[in-house]
């Protein structure tokens, strides 16, 4: 990836942002800032903001935008002031999530001199949606994640390197998923369709395995304008 190359990623939940993330950000060696993992820290770390943010996300709603926000600028900042002179490339997974947080994010990226250069959109399915999340489960100890079907671990329920049983995340669960597709639906769409415009979606179909979707994302970054 050319210097400071900014990009964005947004999928319905279940799309796969978080592992395609990882491997994005690992083959550009840029830095990522997934903020559900930040949010999901704070909860785990019981900090005041984990506290608050928790109400939100155990029933699918967004965390408030000021919160989300003031985070993410204090995470931006002191990375690219860290960084003079040298790549500031960045990888959002799951911010902006709506129009209210993109205005904000724009003002962030206006102040630092940094501008957007894609946003790749992961389309799929919803009945793939409900399939990989009340299918997954997780390793409380080192959040390793698994599909029962299709990465099962290898004994009942059990961590295979923690040994410890296995999880279903909170929002997880079939109404919250249900929940989390309206919100989706109804606060992200009016962004991919405000970056359409600007001619900055690449769009992906995220039905495809992980390893075909991380290609076609990669391919899309190397083109995006
Ligand atoms: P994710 O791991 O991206 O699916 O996020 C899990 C949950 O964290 C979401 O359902 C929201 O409750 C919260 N969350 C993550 N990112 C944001 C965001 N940008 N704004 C508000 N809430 C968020």
Do not use: W
Request: aromatic fraction near 8%; include cysteine; glycine fraction near 6%.
């Amino acid at each position: 990836m050319k210097n400071n190359l900014i990009c964005v990623l947004i999928g319905a939940p279940g799309a796969g942002k978080g592992t395609q993330a990882k491997s994005v950000a690992n083959y550009y060696n840029c830095k990522l800032i997934s903020t559900g993992d930040i949010l999901r820290e704070n909860v785990e770390n019981r900090t005041l903001l984990g506290l608050e943010a928790k109400k939100y996300i155990d029933n699918g709603n967004l965390a408030p935008a000021q919160i989300v926000v003031s985070m993410i600028k204090n995470v931006v900042k002191s990375f690219v002031e860290n960084k003079a002179g040298a790549d500031k490339s960045l990888l959002f997974d799951g911010f902006p999530r709506d129009l209210e947080q993109n205005k904000l994010f724009e003002q962030i990226l206006d102040e630092l001199n940094l501008s957007i250069k894609g946003v790749i959109y992961i389309n799929i399915d919803d009945d793939i949606v409900y399939e990989r999340l009340t299918n997954r489960r997780i390793c409380p100890k080192c959040n390793r994640v698994y599909h029962l079907k299709f990465n099962p671990p290898k004994f009942d329920n059990l961590c295979d390197d923690c040994k410890v049983k296995l999880i279903t995340r909170e929002d997880d669960k079939i109404d919250v998923i249900k929940k989390r597709l309206e919100v989706y639906k109804k606060l992200t769409y009016p962004l991919i369709e405000y970056y359409r415009k600007k001619n900055k979606v690449v769009e992906i179909n995220g039905n495809k395995s992980a390893d075909d979707v991380l290609k076609d994302i990669i391919a899309g970054i190397n083109c995006a304008k």
